[in-house]
């Protein structure tokens, strides 16, 4: 489906008010919405831009999104050794490091310093873990994520069936080093450590930045109405 088309049948769908959702759960608002668009997979042509993810949210929802994954060269101590440092068990027995990281230090004494070129996780004593160059942030969303189409819903219950209004839709789309700082430093962007033990390694499931569903619209340089 190309923008065009999207703008089209998005206007109708709109004028249709309330819609039984096809599907039980929190991927409800997603899959009804790609059923009435008549959309095969969740994704959209947009000229320049290429295909980009369609995205529908509840207006309430408290989920988050995994925007993009980046380790390459960050690590700045070995992340074995970051992981016996400073992780904690899981009910395995197994150290892991799964935070989710803030500017406040955790259990660990681990934290986030942003700064307008270099995001870093380091200790209270200063030693760094992990550092990025936000430019290298930017550089990383704009090659997964260069564009997003997000579309809100209000809901409504009705018995035992969800009902959505899809009322809104909105072209996300660029960055840039600062806005990514910023948006760190306002807690809109999430850091994910998610790393443990594998003996003579540690295994790395990808150093995650996320952003809640509803502060989406934070996370990008251009918003369109459409």
Known sequence: MTLK???IAFAELRTKGFIRT????PT????TLEAALNLNENNLALPDLG????????????????????NRNAWVMP??????QYGTLD???????YFTMGQTPNSAGLFLKVEDEIVSVQDTTGNI????????LANQFAKKMPALVLVSAQTEWRGEHEYFRYYRARLLSGTSPLLIADQLRLGNMLVDLRLHDKGTSARNHGTGFRAL??????????????
């Open 129 to 136: 873990v992990v550092r990025w160059k936000t430019e290298d």
């Open 51 to 70: 295909t980009v993810e369609l995205k529908a949210h509840r207006d309430d929802s408290q989920s988050m999104i995994t925007l993009f994954t980046f």
């Open 213 to 226: 569903e509803s502060k989406l619209d934070r996370i990008f340089a251009r918003v369109e109405e459409l």
């Open 5 to 7: 088309q999207f703008r």
């Open 22 to 25: 096809q599907r039980r759960g």
């Open 28 to 31: 409800g608002v997603g899959h």
């Open 91 to 97: 009910e395995n027995g197994r150290k892991g490091l």
């Open 79 to 84: 992340p074995l050794d970051a992981v016996k």
